[in-house]
């Protein structure tokens, strides 16, 4: 397989339309002339997605991708530093809106550990994992299990810390018909959310919060609509570059989940 149609494979025309619209491509222009080509984005990309799904490491990068790894990662921290995440999460977003495959009735949130790594920024000791040092994925989806929302934390933060800030960075989102949206009607999740606080919180947002309450009700009485969440989880694993944490910044760390989340929103886009 050359490096063209590897290429096409992993980065299809409208996932590279899409990203264009957040970084357009560079074009240089050498005044003495000579010099190599410039590895296209396109390649480095598909080089990225490589990483992210295969767990490769940055020096085991295929030559058949044309830019060689160093040129990779560079393009990579780039991107990180400048937040195109961000950007290309919010655009994968309004194009699901526009075509009214967000399902806004209903929410669900849910967290799933990472570990382990030493000495990087957002970690913390594991309880579920002996103590040892990792880090945490904080995930909203929609009600058929899209992602709405990912934040990343060290392991020991409790869920509740992170539901105001995941739910509050939901981007306003297009509409098929009418303004854009950005507050789902509910948001369902387990007993590690059961606070007051975050209760009037939500109410006062107009979102009605079905949360299992400690020593009352569990956690599998919500199971029909938080399997969803729990999916994408699993989902999530597929870009094997999560299954634990190898990057020391925090902010390339969360460019591999935007790259995970972005991918599972794209999948729904082409079917």
Not at 83 to 93: G, K, P, S
Not at 210 to 227: D, F, N, P, Y
């Amino acid at each position: 397989m050359g490096m063209t149609s590897l290429a096409e494979r992993l980065v299809p025309d409208e996932l590279w339309e899409l990203f264009r619209r957040v970084v357009p491509e560079t074009v240089v222009v050498r005044p003495q002339g000579g010099g190599r080509r410039r590895a296209g984005d396109r390649e480095c990309l598909a080089a990225i997605v490589f990483v992210a799904t295969s767990g490769c490491t940055w020096r085991q990068v295929p030559p058949l991708f044309g830019p060689a790894w160093p040129t990779v990662y560079r393009r990579f921290a780039r991107w990180s530093k400048d937040r195109v995440r961000a950007r290309l999460h919010r655009v994968m977003l309004d194009a699901l809106g526009a075509r009214g495959q967000l399902a806004w009735s209903r929410f669900a949130i849910d967290s799933v550990s990472v570990g382990p790594s030493k000495g990087a920024p957002l970690t913390g000791p594991n309880p579920t994992d002996r103590g040892q040092n990792g880090s945490k994925i904080h995930l909203v989806t929609d009600r058929s299990g899209l992602p709405v929302a990912v934040a990343v934390s060290s392991a020991n933060t409790q869920d509740s810390l992170a539901l105001q800030p995941l739910v509050a960075s939901v981007p306003p989102v297009r509409s098929r018909r009418g303004p854009r949206r950005k507050r789902p009607g509910k948001l369902h999740g387990d007993k590690g959310y059961d606070y007051p606080h975050l209760r009037r919180w939500l109410r006062g947002r107009g979102i009605a919060p079905r949360i299992a309450r400690r020593g009352i009700e569990t956690s599998q009485r919500l199971g029909r609509h938080r399997w969803v969440v729990e999916r994408t989880m699993s989902w999530l694993a597929g870009c094997r570059r999560l299954h634990r944490r190898y990057e020391r910044k925090p902010e390339h760390f969360l460019a591999f989940t935007a790259i995970a989340t972005s991918l599972i929103n794209y999948r729904r886009l082409t079917k």
